[in-house]
DNA sequence: CTTGACCTTCCAGTTTACTGGAAGGTCAAG
DNA sequence: CTTGACCTTCCAGTAAACTGGAAGGTCAAG
């Protein structure tokens, strides 16, 4: 598969691919005989999986980190499962402080219900954002 | 409060008071004869709250929108509880990417956990990492 | 009455994650 | 045999969220 093709298949762009080559979150691809990229399907997933940890808020660093231990497969050594559990003791940090600020947002959307809507004009646009 | 206590306080700087206060967060603050800042007690909560977003992955524009509907107080405002509901869905949506992330990285620990710790000499730094 | 720890404004630099654009090579289709 | 859509490298710019530093004002303590 060429990088545009790719990109286009994991909803990202040509240039984005370059880019996390250089940052080593993409191996070096192989070459076609005219210099251009050639990507195995697999890249399509790697990419997605990417994708899902910008979404969750991980930085390319830490998807970096957890893309090399699964690249290297069946890891026994020490290190690598200490640093999965480090980032398994951040993913769930992370989920607690979101699961908590839902809960404070939830307080607000509340509160806003309570009011009488009909007091907005629909007609026009709400005059406090 | 002066600038750097109500800083302290939050756990934060001086310098991002001020930020904050350029960027609509907080709002404009009073000022002592000596120009000094002065701040309220409650501004600590305010920028924990503003923390607890960063820390969940919101950005400050986000963070500024739910805390301009906090400063209206009983928003009956059709458009305020619509934005309040975008945000809980958002949320929503972000706390299932983590918790979907999770369970893969656990997955990787799992599978790393299954092989020989004993394989990886302890008096070297991983190979892998 | 000076030292040091505060504070003020303003402007420039840093990091992360792209994004745009120049300058040029490749190749199937008309 | 040229046009257009790809691709290549390289370098510069952008947005977000700070962070640092210069130049100078304020004030309690020694």
């Known amino acids: 598969m060429r990088i545009g093709e790719t990109a286009a298949a994991a909803g990202t762009t040509a240039k984005t691919l370059r880019f996390y080559e250089d940052r080593g979150l993409l191996p070096v691809a192989d070459r076609a005989p005219n210099g251009y990229r050639d ?25 970096g980190d957890i893309l090399s231990i699964r690249d290297i497969g ?16 951040d993913l769930d940090a992370q989920i607690a402080e979101l699961t908590a600020l839902r809960a404070t947002v ?20 709400c005059s406090y954002l």
């Open 39 to 63: 990507y195995p399907h697999e890249t399509v997933g790697r990419l997605e999986f990417i994708r899902r940890g910008r979404t969750a808020g991980l930085t390319l660093a830490q998807i």
């Open 74 to 89: 069946q890891a026994p050594c020490i290190h690598v499962r200490d640093l999965l559990v480090k980032q398994l003791r």
């Open 106 to 125: 939830a307080e607000f959307h509340d509160a806003a219900a309570a009011g009488d809507p009909a007091a907005c004009d629909p007609e026009r646009i």
